[in-house]
């Protein structure tokens, strides 16, 4: 086993880590305060290839890998958590569309996604449907050349920005439900985009409900064969969850440097609150937390990348790592003490910003959920 990144993914991380640093960290803030969508970042990462990461240069991607993905994105999240959740779902939308797309469809969209001119949203969630995702009852009913999609969707993210969204519908009730993706356009009449979420955090990130009515979709759009897209946006979000991982790891790295600083300059009782054996237990569980979240990421990216099943393994990082940083955000907060709840420090952010890590992508009991049917039908391997 050789325990280290090559050459490609290190360069990749110190190129991210720098970028987040200088450029995407110092306006965070800003970006929180005022609920703004971080644009100029999105290009930046576009420009460097950082949103077609799992996409083959054939089709304009920069073709690194799921690990080389993990640590750019959690090296983004440290840096501006809302920049970080926008490049996740662009390039899980990419990967599907690799995989599961139409020769014509991966020309016609990938490319465009991975150079920033349109990002991309995938749309399962519902009003009536989250945790349980079979439970969606948008309908696409065919007619002549297209579906048409009725329903709506709720909180997706990138959704009043994507140039194309997956969505996924039931084309099928009786005598057995089935499930359908679409690859649905931007402009495509029928279509259209709620009002900016208000939330608790990543208030940069773009988050809309999605309506369709009498929305005629072509049937060139069908995203695999009909029927088959439960499975896919399944599949989707098993990549999809490694990413969470990582940002979720990235957002408590920040905060676990704020507390570390902190904690060497402020005094109390005459010595920094560094000399207390409390604080530095709380610094220490938090990056012992954090690294072990780390190397489950990691795991489950390389599974990834060389083709294992992983669904078990993104479940159990996506689960440990969102819990992890929540409590190392949490430990942060205490660490500064009443200066943690103001808005002068970051600290306050980050643990706004990591409570969805626990809840998107399937909530932390879904995960478990995932886990033990896994653990029930194969054993512990
Ligand atoms: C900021 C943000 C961005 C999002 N972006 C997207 C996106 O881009 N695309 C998209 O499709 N969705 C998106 N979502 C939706 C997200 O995936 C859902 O919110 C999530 O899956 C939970 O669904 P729900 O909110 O309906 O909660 P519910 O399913 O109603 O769950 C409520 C509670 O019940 C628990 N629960 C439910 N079922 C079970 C069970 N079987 N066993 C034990 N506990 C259970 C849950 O864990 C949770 O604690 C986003 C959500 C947020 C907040």
């Known amino acids: 086993m050789r325990f280290e990144l090559s050459g490609e993914q290190a360069q990749i991380r110190e190129m991210v880590r720098s970028l987040a640093r200088k450029e995407f960290a110092p306006k965070a803030a800003e970006i929180d305060e005022h609920s703004r969508y971080p644009e100029e970042n999105l290009s930046r990462l576009a420009e460097l290839g950082l949103l077609g990461m799992l996409v083959p240069a054939a089709y304009g991607g920069s073709e690194t890998g799921a690990v080389a993905y993990s640590i750019a994105?959690?090296?983004?999240?440290?840096?501006c958590a809302s920049t970080g959740v926008g490049m996740a779902v662009t390039n899980m939308v990419g990967d599907t569309i690799y995989r599961f797309g139409s020769e014509e469809q991966r020309r016609r969209f990938l490319a465009d996604m991975a150079s920033g001119a349109g990002s991309g949203a995938f749309a399962l969630t519902e009003p009536s449907a989250g945790s349980d995702a079979f439970g969606i009852s948008t309908v696409a009913v065919p007619d002549g050349d297209a579906y048409v999609l009725n329903g709506s969707k709720t909180f997706i993210t990138n959704g009043s920005r994507a140039r194309v969204a997956i969505v996924a519908a039931v084309t099928q009730k009786e005598p057995k439900k089935q499930i359908s993706a679409f690859l649905v356009e931007h402009g495509t009449r029928g279509y259209s985009c709620g009002r900016p979420e208000r939330k608790l955090g990543l208030k940069g990130s773009d988050t809309v409900s999605l309506a369709f009515e009498d929305?005629?979709?072509?049937?060139?759009?069908?995203?695999?064969?009909?029927?088959?897209?439960?499975?896919?946006?399944?599949?989707?979000?098993?990549?999809?969850?490694?990413g969470i991982a990582a940002q979720a790891i990235g957002i408590a790295r920040a905060a676990v440097e704020s507390a570390i600083s902190y904690a060497r300059e402020r005094k109390q009782f005459g010595q920094p609150l560094s000399e207390f054996q409390a604080i530095q237990w709380m610094l220490a569980d938090s990056a012992t937390e954090l690294d072990a979240a780390g190397l489950l990421a990691l795991r489950a990216a390389y599974r990834k990348d060389t083709g294992g099943s992983f669904t078990r393994e993104a479940s159990v990082a996506k689960v440990f790592a969102s819990e992890a940083a929540y409590r190392s955000c949490h430990r942060a907060v205490q660490v500064f003490g009443g200066y943690g709840y103001m808005r002068e420090y970051p600290v306050e952010r980050h643990l706004r910003d990591i409570k969805v890590t626990s809840i998107?992508?399937?909530?932390?009991?879904?995960?478990r959920v995932i886990i033990a049917r896994d653990l029930v039908r194969q054993g512990y391997r």
């Open 73 to 79: 994105l959690e090296e983004v999240a440290r840096g």
């Open 215 to 242: 929305c005629r979709v072509p049937k060139r759009n069908r995203l695999g064969e009909e029927g088959e897209g439960f499975r896919i946006v399944m599949t989707a979000l098993d990549g999809g969850r490694v």
């Open 360 to 367: 998107y992508e399937g909530t932390s009991e879904i995960q």
